[in-house]
């Protein structure tokens, strides 16, 4: 007897309508459920097997941006070198898909694996003898820095055009004198004063 025909398309799994969706996103920015659908051959009904709607999704691309934060940044001592090694590590994996931080950003984390960071980083704050008040203002401040930085590592490397009619010498001379890696410098000036304000306040009698 002969072999009976496979599927015309590989079975549906998260895997890949993560992936899907992350490739989505990488090119523009969202997704659709209908799209994912469309390009895994299948129709969009079918997707809601794996995953629980839109939001589902989202937080599937969520986990798998976050995954290549490396989570051992946060075993590091004293907690100053700790945080710092994981906001780089951060910057690192939203860097790699930038489009997917508006999207990330404005839905509530829901993500098993992500909160856990969370958790661990919430810890080594509390931990180093931070105030629960202080925590999350903290936190949320080095995120933004973060998340601001990895968007600006995908802009332009000349990002102001100086122009004739609009004479900007002192513009002109600052921007020359910048001179490469523009974005990995202003990094470095925003995770320096971050982290000097977060001593000065442990400091704090």
């Known amino acids: ?10 079975l549906l799994d998260r895997e890949r309508i993560t ?3 992350l490739q ?7 997704f659709t459920v209908p799209q994912i659908a469309r390009r895994l051959g299948t129709q969009a009904g079918s997707l809601y097997h794996h995953v629980e709607g839109r939001d589902g999704i989202v937080e599937l691309l969520r986990e798998r941006v976050a995954a290549v934060i490396d989570p051992a940044t946060l075993d590091l001592a004293p907690w100053d070198t700790a ?4 906001a780089r590590s951060y910057r690192a994996a939203f860097a790699a898909h ?6 990330l950003m404005t839905s509530p984390v829901r993500a098993p694996r992500v909160l856990e960071q969370y958790e661990r980083a919430v810890t080594v704050l509390l931990d180093a003898g931070f ?13 933004n820095l973060v998340l601001g930085s990895a968007l600006d590592l995908a802009a332009p490397e000349t990002m102001w055009e100086l122009i004739a009619r609009t004479p ?3 513009l002109a001379e600052a921007l020359a004198a910048v001179g490469g890696r523009r974005a990995d410098r202003a990094f470095e000036v925003g995770l320096a004063g971050l982290m000097n304000h977060a001593r000065a306040m442990l400091a704090a009698p």
């Open 83 to 86: 945080l710092e090694a994981w």
């Open 24 to 30: 989505l996103v990488d090119e523009q920015g969202d």
């Open 19 to 21: 992936t899907t969706a």
């Open 98 to 103: 930038p489009k997917a931080i508006p999207l």
């Open 168 to 170: 900007t010498p002192r």
């Open 131 to 143: 105030a629960a008040a202080e925590v999350m203002p903290l936190l949320i401040a080095l995120e």
């Open 1 to 10: 007897m002969g072999r009976a025909p496979g599927p015309r398309t590989p």
